[in-house]
């Protein structure tokens, strides 16, 4: 098969990280047969020193003409100071707006060479942690109205949690099919005993949750989630919520797990196009010394293969291959422990495109 | 001294550990020579089966007309289906709102003799887990419009997260000087990436940072402080964030440190005045029972000592009694070990009364 992929080269360590994953995609090309086309889509802060902006058209035009997006990381103190309308965030949530990418899927699994690294107390961690987080992604307080103005001599400020029932619906559709391809148990997340937007929500869960008796339903406030993460993660299944609460849930879930620069998340909308991209974040400290890990960033090129090429054998693959690699004690530095054999980000790129 | 104390014995396990509570400051009273005159104010589903609402006037009017007040826990299964519009939890926020109390301090603390309840890896906990959460309490998305409505044939729903300068004045100044009382280092906790209530709030900060110079401020955003607690909490000494991240992200503290049942939490305003609860909940399942742990609500009482009656001995004496139990090794149900001695609810509070 041929597919178009559009790659986001990103800023701080984003570059060397998705060298990698392409070289691993080039050797999953030549051992099936397929052929990916790269189409660079500059966004982040590179594109505001390029272009003056964070996501140029093109680039928006280039995700939506592709199969699937690659994205690294963006950002960096450098552009931190510049003018908040014109910041490299600013190009992450126009990119998922302008794909109209509504549902997050951040997997939170320990990864067993990793465990060790795993913050929670090992009988904990024996229960195992393998659980999948479903954030709504172009709603909410993210994209309802954000407001400032002078009042009684004062400034206020605002920010509008808004959801309408199918941005609500669309989402509770892709949580109970992820569940419905787990293990059928599903915990929404919200906070109804104060929210009106989280009314409406728990009200559409229950709705919905008709259409799938298999599913065993739960529904949990957010501050309660927040706590039984950290109490007990092998709980949960799939977890789905809307926007800042996952962005809250989602980190914390990772972290729970001990592997943040393993982890990768997929953005996905009405079609199969999606954006892939590990979930750490840019290591402007690190970069361009060959010290970061890629793995996360070609987890993600493997959860591409899967959700958006319908490529399962070379995702399993690619997973396969990591496996490999950890199995035989490579570590980059952030994942070294005595008695492993500590690589930089192109040797351990190196050593999973050759286990294919 | 003479102090008169609004009692609000809540629900579930509510009446019985705060008889718990009261036989404790009854102890304080003899020892320390002062008067405690308690007045009941009925709140939660108590209140709505015998008055037919959550807060009623009279109860709000004798928090109002007391040194301080004292809450153990409301609502449970039985009011969880009724009108939203007079749930128990309504009956909280309208205390809240009617007290004035802006500023929820809960200390997320380590308590040696229960370490190891504590769910966190040997190592991090070895670290030390002791700081403070300043949480805004009455404004953000809790007290802004909460809308429902129709348009274009479907409902949609809002909640306004609004901030003024005031608002996040008075939080930021309880902040600062909780900080300036421990460790002066302080974790301002926003979404400014985001939102522009957080883009206020962050700037605010760093205005009022000028004023404390002694004080090391950070920012944080909350999906990054979310993982934070979880990597290290030893590297916090007061966090200060807006109502919603607060609730969230003090329940994760309180859960890190693995004492649920132990920890306390004060809301003030402007003067000494407060409310004083465990941050536990009700946990019908088990009330009536002499199972619940009373040492939440007991530390409760020594918080509102030490903050609204100005009786720092008398605070200090209450921690060291219940200091004393966990020693002679005497334990409720949620925090038996082997080789510890199993008491009721009542046995932990006589024990501790007796302590004194
Ligand atoms: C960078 C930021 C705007 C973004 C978000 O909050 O969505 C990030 O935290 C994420 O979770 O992808
Ligand atoms: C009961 C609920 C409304 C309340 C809140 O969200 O503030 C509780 O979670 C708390 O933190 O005290």
Redesign the pocket.
């Known amino acids: 098969m041929e597919k178009k992929i559009a790659v986001i080269r990103g800023d701080g360590i984003g570059p060397e990280i998705m060298t990698q994953a392409l070289a691993v995609l080039d050797a999953v090309a030549e051992k099936f047969g397929h052929t990916f086309r790269y189409a660079e889509a500059p966004m982040g802060g590179n594109a505001i020193d390029a272009f003056g902006v964070p996501l140029p058209d093109a680039s928006l035009q280039t995700c939506l003409e592709s199969d699937a997006a690659l994205l690294s990381a963006v950002g960096g103190p450098k552009w931190d100071t510049i003018d908040p309308a014109i910041r490299p965030e600013k190009g992450l949530l126009a990119l998922r707006s302008g794909m109209g990418l509504y549902a997050n899927l951040r997997p939170a699994q320990l990864i067993p060479q990793l465990r060790r690294a795993c913050p929670l107390r090992p009988d904990i961690v024996d229960r195992g942690i393998d659980f999948m987080v479903v954030r709504e992604l172009i709603g909410g307080a993210y994209f309802g109205e954000h407001k400032t103005w002078e009042e009684n001599g004062e400034t206020a400020a605002s920010d509008l949690m808004i959801y309408r029932e199918h941005e609500i619906r669309r989402i509770l559709r892709v949580g109970f099919e992820t569940a419905m391809k787990r293990g059928r148990r599903m915990c929404s997340v919200d906070?109804a005993?104060?929210l009106d937007s989280s009314k409406l929500w728990r009200r559409l869960v229950n709705e919905m949750a008709a259409e799938y008796p298999e599913v065993e339903l739960r529904h949990m406030?957010v501050?309660n989630c927040a706590m039984q993460l950290v109490r007990d993660p092998s709980q949960f299944d799939v977890i789905v919520t809307e926007n800042l609460f996952g962005d809250i849930l989602s980190d914390e879930a990772s972290q729970i797990t001990g592997s943040i620069g393993m982890l990768p998340s997929a953005s996905l909308g009405d079609g199969t196009r999606g954006l892939y991209e590990p979930i750490h974040g840019s290591a402007p400290d690190i970069a361009g010394q060959d010290k970061a890990n890629p793995i996360g960033m070609i987890l993600a090129a493997a959860m591409m293969l899967r959700y958006s090429l319908d490529m399962p054998a070379e995702a399993d693959a690619v997973e396969a291959a990591v496996n490999t690699a950890l199995e035989s004690g490579l570590r980059t530095g952030d994942i070294l422990e005595p008695g492993k054999t500590a690589v930089g980000c192109a040797g351990m790129g190196q050593a999973i495109a050759a286990n294919l």
Do not use: A, G, I, S
Request: proline share 0%; aromatic share 20%.
């Open positions: 906070k005993n104060v406030y501050d």
